[in-house]
Nanobody, 128 residues
Framework: QLQLVESGGGLVQSGESLRLSCTTS????????VGWFRQAPGKEREGISC????????HYADSVKGRFTVSRDNAKNTVYLQMNSLKPEDTAVYYC?????????????????????WGQGTQVTVSS
């Protein structure tokens, strides 16, 4: 079981940027596809991006496409979510989750997988 830890959240103004990190220790992350999710108060959890273990395949929800970029550095066991042009509606708790990639058929068409491990989340607040 992976222990995932998100970091990098904070309070920013509309139009600014943040970079979230998702790290794990004790295991290598390169065998896992990683997804980024967010949940705003009173709303359902939304899958916003995911990346394959190699980093070659990615997918973005329409709500973040063109503004957010997912990447990974497997040497550092870290997956990143670069968030640019942030909007107040991006305010949420952001989570990363991992799924053992040999167990799934990862495509760039969606991020809907049975994720095994989840982080505790990091708060992102965007003021107008």
């Amino acid at each position: 079981q992976l222990q995932l830890v998100e970091s990098g959240g904070g309070l920013v103004q509309s139009g600014e940027s943040l970079r979230l990190s998702c790290t794990t220790s004790g295991s290598t992350l390169d065998a896992y596809a990683v997804g980024w999710f967010r949940q705003a108060p009173g709303k359902e959890r939304e899958g916003i991006s995911c990346i394959s273990g190699s980093g070659r395949l990615t997918h973005y929800a329409d709500s973040v496409k063109g503004r957010f970029t997912v990447s990974r550095d497997n040497a550092k066991n870290t997956v990143y979510l670069q968030m640019n042009s942030l909007k107040p509606e991006d305010t949420a708790v952001y989570y990363c989750a991992a799924v053992f990639q040999p167990r799934i058929d990862f495509t760039s068409d969606h991020c809907v997988y049975d994720y095994d491990d989840w982080g505790q989340g990091t708060q992102v607040t965007v003021s107008s």
